[in-house]
């Protein structure tokens, strides 16, 4: 028992199932959106490096272009470079002309900054390259050097431009991107969530099924599940079957063990009562014991097998009521009074079941109390609740759980078979309710006892 209540709280402690696929989906898909993400951004970079460098080989061929009468001692523009931004001082656009041992030739926006030049480069080839500008910003640098005719000096032609720009474009994609991707991510996740929870319906429509098979309300489970889930139902259907013939063979065996000692147990009786002496007293009394015992388990055989009237639904108010008529009538110096605020209360079980636990429980009352028996019923939740109170001696608390033994009996001086409570609680249990002993608070005279009848309601 203890190993079993371990394994249930093990499961218990276990994942939903949509859990786990949806924790799976959420994290393969921030993966993948994450990975995408950072890869897109190294292709925006990239592109944009390399529209840079675009411009400024667009731009190192407008300078030279437009430069003439290239000397040692001067050089011209023959019109003004094409961005204007060459002639503002430390704008971030930047040209230098130099040659090895004379001083450079740069542009107004340089003012009196001159740029690094790498001057073992050769000729004709272009070098790409960054540099720290004037405010010591980082540059983008393109290198040319070239000759001119009639002339042995190399210069050395550069342009650099201040990279701000493309960081402040890569920035805004970043940013773009980021809102972009995590819309698309909640997008995807939510539509995880819809798949999982439509996938898994099914599943909560066979556990409503089987409540139902518990219930009585349905014999099977039904046929209309997807493909995938029908062979379980199927399977589940094939045990019902099998759980249904090993009822009917117990209840069966039950039932025929029950009659063979009912004969035997006639007879023992008959002849224990037609013979005088201590033997026939004793054995008198123990096939009584052996009559109770055989229809008691008889009893809860047949309730724990009726697996439909679990299922049933009983007006209990009208039963209360008979009830108390009858034993008013027996114990006549006695009252016993049913209190329902509401007459439409409804016992989700059997009528017999439901007579013979409050009939036992108010009978017993009736036998023990002064003058005055009460019995309250009442709904809380999904619950029957019944409370019978009596101003008898009461129950001590020590005793309280040993009452119900079966065949115990407090008083033997009182009649009774000492199985009433414990057919009571088995009753109860088998119903998936309670029964429980207190003591009756509303009497101040004698102890008095209070009993609490809980039983499932629709």
Request: include cysteine; charge should be negative; hydrophobic fraction near 40%.
């Amino acid at each position: 028992m203890q190993q079993t209540d371990e394994n249930q709280n093990v499961n218990a402690g276990k994942r939903p199932l949509w859990v786990r696929l949806v924790s799976i989906s959420v994290i393969w898909t921030a993966l993948t959106l994450i990975v995408a993400g950072y890869l897109l951004s190294l292709a925006f970079r990239d592109s944009l490096e390399r529209n840079f460098d675009q411009r400024l080989s667009s731009l190192m061929d407008n300078l030279i272009g437009v430069s003439s009468n290239v000397s040692a001692t001067e050089v011209d523009l023959a019109r003004p470079m094409a961005d204007p931004r060459f002639d503002q001082p430390y704008s971030g656009w930047y040209w230098q002309i130099s040659a090895e041992g004379m001083a450079p030739f740069t542009s107004r926006s340089l003012w009196d900054v001159v740029l690094d030049v790498n001057f073992d480069a050769e000729v004709g080839a272009v070098n790409y390259g960054y540099t720290v500008g004037p405010e010591d910003q980082e540059l983008r640098l393109l290198e040319r050097a070239i000759t001119i005719p009639e002339s042995d000096i190399i210069y050395f032609f550069s342009v650099a431009v201040d990279t701000s720009e493309i960081e402040v474009q890569a920035v805004r994609f970043d940013n773009i991107l980021l809102v972009g991707l995590s819309v698309l991510g909640v997008g995807l996740i939510a539509a995880s969530l819809l798949q999982v929870f439509l996938g898994l319906k099914p599943l909560g429509h066979i556990k409503e099924s089987l409540g139902k098979v518990r219930t009585g309300e349905a014999d099977y489970l039904p046929t209309d599940f997807p493909k995938e889930i029908q062979p379980l139902a199927n399977e589940l259907n094939a045990l019902l079957d099998h759980n249904n013939e090993i009822v009917v063979r117990s209840r069966t065996q039950v039932g025929n063990l029950a009659h063979a000692l009912k004969t035997p147990i006639a007879v023992l009786r008959n002849e224990a009562r037609m013979n005088d002496g201590p033997m026939s007293v004793t054995v008198a009394k123990q096939t009584e014991n052996m009559h109770k015992y055989v229809e008691h388990y008889l009893k809860r055989a047949r309730v724990s097998a009726n697996t439909k009237a679990l299922s049933g639904h009983s007006s209990i108010v009208p039963s209360l009521n008979n009830i108390a008529r009858a034993l008013n009538k027996i114990h006549e110096d006695k009252n016993i009074e049913v209190i329902a605020n509401d007459q439409n209360l409804v016992f989700k079980g059997d009528l017999n079941d439901f007579e013979e636990m409050v009939g036992n429980l108010m009978e017993n009352a009736a036998k023990w109390a002064n003058s005055l028996v009460t019995v309250e019923c009442f709904k809380q939740d999904n619950w029957l609740k019944i409370e019978i109170r009596d101003d008898g001696p009461g129950i001590e608390k020590e005793a309280r759980e040993a009452v119900f033994a079966r065949g115990q009996r407090l008083d033997e001086k009182k009649p009774g078979s000492g199985l009433g409570l414990s057919i009571v609680k088995d009753l109860s249990g088998l119903y998936g309710g309670e029964i429980t002993l207190g003591d009756n608070d509303r009497i101040t005279t004698s102890d008095g006892l209070f009993v609490s009848l809980k039983l499932p309601s629709v």
